[in-house]
């Protein structure tokens, strides 16, 4: 299939231009807010829906019961204090809403808020999320799970992984809901065979002022956020706001800081009370500190300080802190747009752009008639024992358009749609200076202006230089039944994925070109039935799957034209069979469900990590089938005794590989072992108190004990996370709408554990192989540690 470069711009006002025509044709309309993913939700008695104007965080759907919603956006009302909703999906759903998000520390991203839900356990390396998050989602890894982001998917179209601090910030983070095991027939996802998940930004306000949020806090962390809202716009149906915020901290283990800044972006024009379009837009920067992750042995020697060092070793330079650097700047935008184009049709259409460039930093020495670009030699005008900056550079480039007809014709839903993508993926390793003056790289991107090296014939000194083209053709077709006064709903439909993608090497290697296809069809079934308001039972089968890592479609060397990393042509897109039977029970009071769920996989996808000089570098095999079965539970109240408003969640999960996975010339005894971090069960509680001026929130998980090796001969011990937070909100004073302090704590007791696995092996100690093969100690698994004791102090204010 052939790769159609297309204009972003002109991707994005295609959305606009449509709308344009196709609403001057429009019979009529009326007008209902554009989710991500539309969640129908279930009224209690005595609400109104109002479609006037409403605050910056509720969208005209949200429900307004008795109160009023402040300026963060909390209602004092949302079940389980904000960890769940009344939901009608035929399929497990899990969201966090504003009710609970305004209360946790501001600079938290949607990987952390879903650290409660049943389904999923999130392992942060440092206290604030400026970093991310490590999700799990039943046993399987966050780079198997599809993410939306205001209609946009945000995975990584390389490798599928998401990085949640390039998202909103938490000021500005709607909600976020979790789908483990399924995605919707229009998920434009290629990476979502565990499920998938949708966060969205806040709606602007209909009033004009703003949003100020200060914060302080453990480890010289420091905040500042500013959000200016336009308001309506006379008369035209516009409103909007933009925001930007400023974050930094120290690293909690070492020497290194981690800083963000972050500007969100979203204008609404309203056409009808059923049509509307919103341009939404997220730019973000960040240098992170990396960590060096120990072993079981460091740990329990060394604990924290197992980490880079704060001085420059000649003899050991890889330990110098400013070579361990994460450096990144994107832009993530999109432009939803919803019409009615008559009675019972409409046209959705999210047209989007994705760009962003990085490093993640390493270093080498140069040995004389030892330097290469790729695999032949180059002469270059450089010392021996030179000390050279060779990070891994990435840059992306990424157009999409998810466009729908859906029709509505009596007991009858049918929905058509395609999404298209093209994307360029440039990975290069250039070869840079070192600063003199502090011995860290002259320039922490290592690709820009004078910094790098050259040839002597005057070319860039690259050991690496690979671009990745992925061209995506998604079709979908659906068609849904309400039968017996809508209380029964049939849903049947298939997604077709064609993926294209090759990689051409602008340095001598092996191979210079090589290509992927893929087609892989996607069924999927559900039927719900609601016995009356209060009660639902569901089914679902669906499929999903997951591309392999692009960088098994080519190889790395290094600075001495040694083979770093080899191509793996033979890896095949991640299969997933998910069924589902669930049971659903809301009042005006409680909210519950409990979902019994089962997996197959075909060519299960593990990520391995190599490493290219001291840069940690990413890739994917499959090691074969694996089932995972099991049962979620949550359960959480509206206000009861007054103010409170607790959630509980459980969740086992029985997961078995079904494979003997090949190791160098033998199969390692894995069949019937349990997968790499995968616990067997996992609970929370979450409990919040909130009487419109003090609040508390109290949140506990416990995550149970996960192997961290394919033979499971290591494993890592149960533990619990905990997080408080305090507050008092005030009244209104002079231009001040309802001023805020908050205190958020994390790790209490300060424990310093190991929280997730950084690194999985094959096998830790001596081992024997199916066929005989005596295999010595393997090398050890490697582990991410749980950020010690923090807590941050906010000040907040509307105006």
Do not use: C
Request: glycine fraction near 10%.
């Amino acid at each position: 299939m052939p790769l159609i470069r297309t204009s972003a711009t002109h991707l994005l006002l295609t959305g606009t231009f449509l709308g344009s025509v196709l609403l001057s044709h429009a019979a009529s309309a009326q007008s209902a807010p554009i989710h991500t993913k539309p969640v129908h939700r279930a009224a209690p008695k005595k609400v109104k829906r109002n479609y006037g104007p409403v605050s910056a965080t509720n969208s005209p759907e949200e429900i307004q019961v008795a109160g009023s919603t402040t300026v963060q956006g909390v209602t004092r009302h949302a079940p389980g204090g904000g960890l769940m909703r009344v939901e009608s999906r035929a399929g497990t759903i899990q969201s966090v809403t504003r009710d609970f998000i305004a209360k946790q520390p501001p600079s938290a991203n949607p990987v952390q808020v879903l650290a409660l839900t049943p389904s999923a356990y999130v392992a942060l390396t440092e206290p604030y999320g400026i970093a991310g998050g490590n999700l799990m989602l039943r046993g399987l890894p966050g780079d198997h799970v599809g993410w939306i982001y205001n209609g946009a998917p945000v995975n990584d179209v390389g490798d599928g992984g998401f990085y949640a601090n390039q998202t909103s910030d938490g000021d500005n983070l709607k909600s976020v809901s979790l789908m483990p095991g399924s995605a919707d027939i229009d998920t434009p996802s290629i990476s979502a065979a565990a499920g998938s998940a949708y966060a969205e930004l806040i709606d602007p306000s209909h009033r004009r002022g703003g949003f100020v949020d200060f914060s302080y806090g453990s480890y010289n962390m420091h905040r500042e956020f500013v959000r200016l809202e336009s308001g309506d716009i006379g008369n035209s149906g516009f409103r909007a706001f933009a925001s930007f915020s400023n974050t930094a901290a120290d690293n909690w283990r070492g020497p290194g800081k981690f800083t963000r800044k972050h500007v969100d972006f979203k204008m609404v024009k309203d056409f009808s009370p059923d049509s509307h379009w919103s341009l939404n837009a997220s730019y973000n920067t960040n240098n992170l500190q990396l960590d060096m992750y120990p072993t079981k042995e460091q740990f329990d020697k060394y604990g924290k300080h197992y980490d880079f060092s704060s001085k420059y070793d000649p003899n050991n330079k890889t330990s110098y802190h400013k070579y361990g650097l994460d450096a990144f700047q994107n832009m993530i935008a999109s432009a939803p747009l919803s019409v009615k184009l008559a009675e019972g049709l409409r046209f959705d259409d999210t047209p989007y752009l994705w760009w962003g460039s990085g490093t993640i930093g390493g270093v080498s020495t140069v040995t004389d008639g030892q330097t290469f670009s790729g695999n032949q030699p180059v002469n270059v005008d450089v010392a021996n024992g030179t000390t050279v900056y060779t990070p891994l550079y990435f840059s992306y480039h990424r157009t999409g358009n998810n466009a729908k007809l859906t029709w509505k014709q009596g007991v009858n839903t049918l929905t058509f749609g395609w999404w298209f993508e093209w994307s360029r993926t440039n990975q290069s390793t250039p070869v840079s200076y070192i600063n003199q003056q502090n011995g860290g790289p002259a320039n922490i991107y290592g690709d820009y202006g004078p910094n790098i090296y050259k040839t002597q014939e005057g070319n860039r000194w690259y050991l690496n230089n690979h671009n990745t083209f992925t061209q995506v053709n998604m079709l979908y077709l659906g068609d849904k039944l309400s039968l017996l006064h809508d209380k029964l709903e049939l849903q049947a439909g298939l997604r077709v994925a064609m993926v294209n993608r090759k990689v051409d090497s602008y340095v001598p290697n092996i191979q210079q070109k090589r290509a992927q296809n893929v087609f892989e069809p996607l069924p999927q079934f559900s039927a719900s039935y609601r016995f009356n308001s209060h009660h639902q039972l569901y089914v679902l089968g669906t499929t999903n799957f997951k591309m392999p890592n692009n960088n098994t479609m080519f190889e790395l060397y290094n600075l001495d034209g040694s083979m770093s990393t080899a191509p793996s042509a033979n890896v095949k897109p991640e299969y997933a069979i998910e069924e589902e039977i669930g049971y659903r029970y809301h009042d005006d009071l409680f909210v519950g469900e409990i979902s019994f769920f089962n997996y197959n996989f075909t060519n299960r996808q593990m990520g391995v990590l190599s490493y290219f000089g001291s840069a940690p570098m990413s890739t994917t095999m499959n090691v074969g089938n694996q089932t995972s079965r099991g049962v979620d539970v949550q359960f959480g109240t509206r206000p009861i005794f007054g103010h409170f408003r607790p959630y509980v969640s459980f969740e086992y999960l029985d997961a078995t590989t079904d494979s003997n996975i090949h190791y160098l010339n033998d199969d390692l005894r894995t069949k019937g072992k349990r997968p790499v971090g995968t616990p067997h069960e996992m609970g929370a509680l979450g409990i919040d108190w909130d009487n419109g001026h003090i609040f508390a929130n109290l949140n506990l998980k416990y995550i149970g004990a996960q192997y961290a090796t394919l033979v499971n001969d290591e494993k890592l011990h149960p533990y619990i996370t905990d997080t408080v937070t305090l507050g008092y909100r005030f009244s209104n004073k002079w231009h001040l709408r309802a001023p805020q302090i908050q205190l958020n704590f994390q790790n209490l007791a300060g424990s310093l554990y190991r929280n997730g696995v950084y690194s999985m092996s094959p096998f830790a100690h001596a081992t024997t192989g199916v066929n005989g093969t005596n295999y010595g100690a393997g090398s050890a698994p490697t582990y991410t540690l749980s950020p010690g004791f923090a807590v941050s102090f906010s000040l907040s204010t509307g105006f």
